[in-house]
């Protein structure tokens, strides 16, 4: 069986016709994976929800073989609700209780952004789900919402009203729509992954992602680092002033069941295969002092 998982957004999108699509909808094959996001002492502090296609022939697809064809057909918006409502049955059989608060994001497309019921889905999503300490955050993408700015500034005093948290998604690599960050409350920008990759060959790219973190000091923002896959960019991230992770490094996205089982036995504190920069650095130092 095939496993395109983890192949990103920008696969090949396979043909799909609409019936295809239709029926996947009637089975409920749209599931949510979990992808940790973790604070600078490597916890977890909150999950991106991921869409993926459990295709009965070619195994687990991810959003690049499919995402565009839904999105074509007007069926994303529905695809979304779907895979919410599964989120939601899952954490409650999870029976999970948090200790600390926690955030769930998830991408929204321009169809959800304009129905105009988005607040109103999020509110029913947590409903009865370890309010107060449960967040959700919509993340908004920088390119292809393309609200104005009314309706944005509409839609983002609707959020903070509902304690909805707002993410400006694949930070720097849209059609820097700056008057988004103007037009309310934002509280996250995630800083594409491009940066990140591109960071050790070319210096500039520090200096752009310290000038991320400053705009996002003005903005009070937190700015979240995608794709983090090596120790090394986790380290340096941390030395520019990141404070918040997401990636391959620390977690790949994964499928409920272990998302809850991990979130249930605490394994959260511990970075999965990754070490604490401060802990390598330690350990570095006492072999060469061996
Ligand atoms: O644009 P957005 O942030 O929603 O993209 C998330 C996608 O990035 C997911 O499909 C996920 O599988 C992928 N992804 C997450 N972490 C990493 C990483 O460390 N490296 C790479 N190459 N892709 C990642
Ligand atoms: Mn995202």
């Known amino acids: 069986m095939l496993d395109l998982a983890s192949t990103g957004p920008q696969a090949g999108t396979l043909p799909i016709s609409r019936a295809q699509l239709l029926q996947a909808l009637r089975l409920r094959q ?8 973790v604070a600078a002492d490597g916890n977890w502090i909150g999950a991106e929800i991921l869409m993926r296609w ?6 687990v697809l991810a959003p690049g073989h499919f995402l565009a064809r839904l999105d074509e057909e ?3 918006a529905t695809a979304t609700r779907q895979m919410l409502r599964q989120v ?3 954490w409650v059989q999870s029976r999970l209780k948090l200790q600390q608060p926690f955030v769930l994001s998830f991408n929204i497309c321009r169809q959800l952004l304009q129905d105009g019921s988005l607040v109103a889905h999020c509110q029913t999503l947590l409903h009865g789900l370890q309010e107060g300490k449960l967040q959700l955050m919509i993340e908004m993408p920088e390119r292809g919402g393309d609200l104005d700015p009314a309706t944005c500034g509409r839609l983002f005093a609707q959020c903070e009203r509902a304690g909805i948290a707002v993410a400006i998604d694949d930070f720097g690599v849209g059609d ?8 309310g409350r934002i509280d996250c920008l995630k800083l594409d992954r491009s940066f990140v990759t591109a960071m050790h060959s070319n210096s500039m790219y520090s200096r752009l992602i310290e000038k991320v973190v400053a705009l996002a000091n003005v903005l009070e923002a937190n700015v979240t680092a995608e794709g983090i896959e090596t120790l090394a960019q986790w380290q340096d991230l941390l030395r520019i002033g990141v404070r918040q992770f997401q990636g391959y490094y620390f977690a790949r996205p994964l499928a409920a069941p272990d998302f809850f089982r991990r979130m249930n036995r ?6 999965c295969h990754g070490r604490h ?3 390598a650095a330690t350990e ?3 072999h060469h002092g061996s």
């Open 284 to 286: 570095r130092g006492r």
């Open 277 to 279: 920069p401060t802990a």
């Open 74 to 76: 007007e069926l994303l």
């Open 266 to 271: 605490s394994e959260r504190r511990a970075v």
């Open 30 to 37: 749209f599931t949510p994976f979990f992808q940790p996001i």
């Open 88 to 90: 939601r049955l899952a």
């Open 176 to 183: 820097a729509r700056l008057h988004q960050l103007a037009s």
């Open 54 to 59: 459990q295709h009965p022939h070619a195994g």
